[in-house]
């Protein structure tokens, strides 16, 4: 590997001025999700855009879509056979509601204690700027041993309606030998973290129906069937007493854990009491036979993400509702097809529904999980990590889904490289999101090292 102790001293000597530069991006509102922050969208993709281009990026260019821009840059090695990464990230953030919950301005930074408060300081702000400060350091102190190119887009947090296309059309423009996405994290701070696989997700919509509009409870209960009361006996019938779900066919294609993996999901040392602390549960929950950390993200389940019906204000109001409906994701593992899931799902519902009331289901989305355990450029990663932290590295298969790595494998034929900086405390979509700054400015170290490791022994 080339030297890092340029750059990592480049780094160092002017980490006051290129932390500025992560807080001002924090401090442009890019809510992608709010249409009165439009203005602020284009704000940081050009915010990013300048940074680049200031780099010595040769190609920067922001593409439109139907709403938020699209970023791509390029800079090229001076070596013709230099392998090519690609780092994906997104400069949108979730919205600040509730607003009277943050502590402290979420669009002003702010440091208390060992955190930077802001929101997108971790998800993902942090980790793009995490990327590009730790490329400075090292375009600034010697040649850059790999050509890199950026693709930041600013519809992650409202599902990437613009980014597959973009994808599907630009394959060339976006060829690599490597991905890098940091929109993952570690599992705590002296844990560098590798995620090599991701719960793909089927999400539909249960609505039960009743009668034609609410109806006075006085006269009409016990004589019209309720649909809230309806599609929670529903619900109830949707998992076994020992927390499995118990849709017929579900577990059908699930790929059992081996002994191995077992063994490499178990070396993550995170301990039942902190998912207690993290959730403020009073007590965990699932199937039996398994631990958290594999029920986390090795099996898959299904979760009631929203539930609505009839009055929910306050005081009273004696009603029976006309509707209810319920909002439902199962998160997938591998081998198990979306659509089987869903249409397994539906299936099953409908044949438990009553007739006294109409039932139907509608599909949101479905994708697929991923596995990744041999990313091209892992090693590199992994041994950045290790020189860095001084600790093993925790391979985890994550409990959420990253669309776009799928799609990036789909289109582009590269695995991606999924890790992070951000920790699980860290409050993401949540009032007080914070990066824990000391493991943020490791990860920058990790990702010079990493940067340089492709140069010539």
Not at 119 to 148: C, F, H, W, Y
Not at 221 to 235: K, R, W
Not at 443 to 455: D, H, P, V
């Amino acid at each position: 590997m080339s030297n890092p102790d340029k750059a990592i001293n480049y780094f160092h000597i002017n980490q006051k001025q290129l932390t500025e530069a992560y807080l001002n991006l924090l401090r442009i509102p890019s809510i992608s999700t709010n249409p009165d922050h439009k203005v602020d969208m284009v704000k940081a993709a050009e915010y990013l855009s300048k940074t680049l281009a200031e780099l010595g990026f040769e190609r920067v260019e922001i593409f439109q879509t139907k709403m938020h821009p699209i970023l791509f840059a390029e800079k090229r090695s001076s070596n013709p056979e230099a392998k090519t990464l690609l780092i994906y990230g997104h400069y949108d953030v979730q919205p600040v509601d509730p607003l009277d919950e943050w502590k402290s301005d979420p669009f002003q930074p702010e440091f208390r204690g060992e955190n930077v408060y802001a929101r997108g300081a971790s998800d993902m702000k942090g980790q793009v700027m995490a990327s590009i400060l730790a490329l400075e350091s090292v375009v600034k102190t010697s040649e850059l041993p790999i050509n890199i190119k950026y693709l930041l887009e600013g519809e992650e947090e409202i599902g990437s309606p613009s980014l597959n296309k973009f994808i599907i059309d630009n394959a060339d423009m976006l060829s690599c030998d490597m991905i890098l996405n940091p929109d993952a994290g570690m599992v705590g701070m002296n844990q560098p973290t590798l995620v090599y696989g991701l719960r793909g997700m089927t999400y539909f919509e249960v609505r039960v129906d009743g009668p034609k509009a609410d109806l006075h409870s006085g006269l009409w209960g016990g004589n019209v069937a309720n649909p809230a009361t309806v599609l929670s006996e529903i619900i109830a019938k949707l998992h076994n007493p020992d927390g499995s779900v118990a849709i017929p066919g579900f577990y059908d294609h699930v790929v059992p854990l081996t002994d191995d993996e077992r063994k490499q999901i178990a070396a993550n040392k995170t301990s039942d009491q902190a998912f207690l602390d993290i959730t403020g549960s009073p007590a965990l929950y699932g199937e039996e036979d398994y631990t958290p950390l594999e029920r986390q993200g090795a099996r898959p389940t299904l979760d009631v993400n929203g539930f609505y019906s009839g009055f929910i204000g306050d005081g009273a109001k004696t009603i029976i509702p006309a509707y209810a409906k319920a909002k439902i994701s199962c998160r997938l593992v591998p081998d198990q097809d979306p659509m089987e899931i869903y249409n397994l799902a539906k299936n099953y519902i409908l044949s438990i529904a009553p007739d006294t009331v109409r039932t139907k289901i509608f599909l949101h989305s479905a994708g697929p999980a991923y596995l990744a355990n041999d990313a091209p450029g892992a090693e590199n990663l992994v041994e950045a990590f290790r020189e860095v932290w001084n600790a093993p590295v925790t391979f985890k298969r994550e409990g959420g889904s990253i669309p776009v790595a799928t799609v990036m494998l789909q289109e582009l034929g590269v695995k991606s490289l999924l890790t992070g900086f951000g920790l699980p405390d860290d409050g993401i979509h949540s009032p007080n999101e914070h990066q824990h700054y000391p493991t943020w400015l490791k990860g920058i170290e990790a990702l010079i090292r990493f940067y340089l490791s492709f140069g010539e022994e």
